[in-house]
């Protein structure tokens, strides 16, 4: 039987959205400090909740609520329901509690998605407009920012992109040069963004730590949901780091199997490093690929011998690809590289090559 095209009012799912909150991973948290920034892009938490049973239904529950257009007052029933099988005591009111939940996971879902959609289109409509509500709940700073018209690799959208705090409404849009003459826009001169991308010291009350934050923005939003970069497993692995070491040990395999699943894009990257080396064409700027995180067994040691390490994460450059590839010595189906000191040994293989010795010159 043909399916009918979708008709006015019916829910169109929001595919990259739900793309991006099923990558996540979940990372059981005692408070919300644990996990902050950038991090979230790759994490799911809620705060307080260290049981992986309930964090999971928690998951569960906003998955439902960003895939199926599900309404705050479905989902408090949900929340409702995973409270009182668990017995979980929260801080703050119920309703506001689980619009936290609710809103920031959604809002940053979508932000995400509209993100990877308007990188499709950059060929076609290179620039972003910053939008707010236009009303009076607007924050003053996020007026101030109100058609800021900007390219959209400026790395103004690096920090800027909403949400831009818990209950920040604001939003960007895509435009190309007809829009912006029909509009009668103008581009921003970035030179008067100079004192918005200027972080200030602030102090937590409560522990005392020094944090940098954005004027106008709230603690932890500083981040573009969707922007695939290196910056979210650099966060992850100082969040990790500073984990208790039982929950460094539900988190870190999680990471570490997304880093797997991740592995084409590492492949691809390397393939075309290969060919930039091999034609002798210029490459661009050096770039980190992450390969994994430390286990929990590892960052334990490091901390007993007073070596703590300050991240999990474990990186390679597009630099020392290069190296390896130029300094790579076939013999039968080994491949021996030479990096500096050090001779790494593959073994050839039809889907991967793999390491089978390290060892020194």
Known sequence: MPISAPQYGDLTPFKEAIAFFRQ?????????????????????TVAGV????????????????????????????????????????YNGKRGWRSEVIYQNNKNTARAAGRWQQQERLKGRRPYLLYTTAGDSRVRPDHNRWSYILLPLDHPFWDTHYPPNGYGCRC?????????????????????????????????????????????????????????????????????????????????????????????????????????????????????????????????????????????????????????LLLNAVATGKQIQLLLGDVIVVLERGSQFNSVVAIRNL
């Not at 960003?66 to 989902?75: H, K, N, S």
């Not at 921003?188 to 963004?193: K, R």
């Not at 730590?209 to 981040?223: A, S």
């Open 24 to 44: 996540k991973i979940k990372v059981p948290t005692a408070e919300y400090r644990d996990i902050r920034g950038l991090i979230h892009s790759k994490a799911f």
């Open 50 to 89: 260290t049981n992986m049973e309930m964090l999971t239904e928690f998951y569960k529950a906003v998955d439902k609520a960003i895939a199926d257009g599900e309404t705050i007052t479905a989902f408090r029933k949900r929340f409702d329901k995973i409270v009182a099988d668990h017995g979980w005591s």
């Open 171 to 323: 939003k960007v849009v895509s435009l190309n040069k007809r829009d912006i003459e029909r509009m009668g826009l103008k581009v921003t001169d970035p030179s008067t963004l100079s004192e918005q991308l200027k972080t200030f010291d602030t102090t937590d009350a409560v522990t005392g730590e020094v944090l940098q934050k954005y004027p106008g923005i709230d603690l932890g939003w500083d981040y573009n949901p969707g922007k695939a970069w290196l910056g979210a497993d650099i966060s992850a692995g100082k969040a990790i780091a500073k984990l208790d070491g039982e929950l460094q040990k539900i988190a870190i395999p999680q990471f570490n199997e997304a880093v797997a699943k991740a592995n084409g894009f590492l492949s691809k990257q390397v393939a075309a490093i290969a060919a930039q080396s091999a034609t002798q064409t210029s490459s661009a700027a050096n770039k980190a690929f992450t390969l994994g995180h430390m286990s929990a067994d590892a960052l334990g040691k490091l901390r007993i011998k007073n070596k703590a390490a300050e991240t999990s994460t474990v990186v390679i450059t597009s630099q020392v690809i290069v190296e």
